[in-house]
């Protein structure tokens, strides 16, 4: 349905104006293909090759791929670096509660991030919980599971700017973050420029 409207879309525009994708052709064509370019031709050739990827791996392996990628808020890429991130945890370790709320962010990461404000913590909190109404629906939890888990409190371990772990010089580097992250010239929003940041394999000196 995705992939119709926003094809309807874009011809309309004239051009490719709205993507959609499909879990494999986001984790091939952030990969594997230029992200800078939003051509037909490009989201032809994701389209392409998401077909020849998914008729060589199983849909648990592709699975597994994307979420070790994905970005998920933060400076996290990936389910492991989202479970140290938020609740200083192996994701092996992580609650029901702690799980669905990692699950949830993938939809929109920057916005949900709960750090970024009250707001947004208590949008993540929903997100979590919608999360397990869909755990509930497709019979993944069990509905006493899903009694206790949406009334859990949501318990983040204390704020740590990533650059406090990674760099010594954090001061220096979180301006530069933040210059970054205002800067229009590397996306047209936020979230673009956040995940190009944190997933695009930029060298900065």
């Known amino acids: 349905k995705g992939l119709i409207r926003s094809a309807r879309t874009n011809v309309s525009a004239g051009s490719v104006s709205q993507g959609a994708s499909t879990i494999t052709q986001q984790y091939v064509g952030n990969v594997y293909l230029d992200r800078t370019d939003k051509s037909a031709k490009r ?61 949830g962010l993938i939809q929109r990461p920057s916005d949900l991030n709960p750090y970024r404000s009250s707001s947004a913590f208590e949008a993540a909190k ?21 009694a206790e888990a949406v009334q859990a409190p949501l318990v983040l371990q204390p704020y740590v700017p990533i650059t406090n772990e990674r760099y010594a010089a954090p001061p220096f580097v979180e301006e530069v973050k933040k210059w970054f992250l205002a800067n229009d010239t590397f996306g047209a929003t936020e979230a673009d420029r956040e995940r190009l940041l944190f997933q695009g394999g930029l060298r900065i000196y």
């Open 126 to 146: 929903k997100r979590r919980n919608q999360v397990l109404e869909r755990m509930r629906v497709n019979e993944f939890i069990a509905e006493a599971q899903y």
């Open 43 to 103: 989201k032809l050739q994701e389209i392409a090759l998401a077909r020849q990827f998914e008729k060589k791996y199983t849909k648990d392996y592709i699975l597994e791929l994307y979420l070790n990628w994905v970005f998920l808020g933060n400076g996290a890429s990936g389910v492991q670096a989202a479970a140290t991130t938020y609740f200083n945890k192996d994701v092996s370790q992580l609650t029901l509660p702690e799980a669905a709320l990692i699950a």
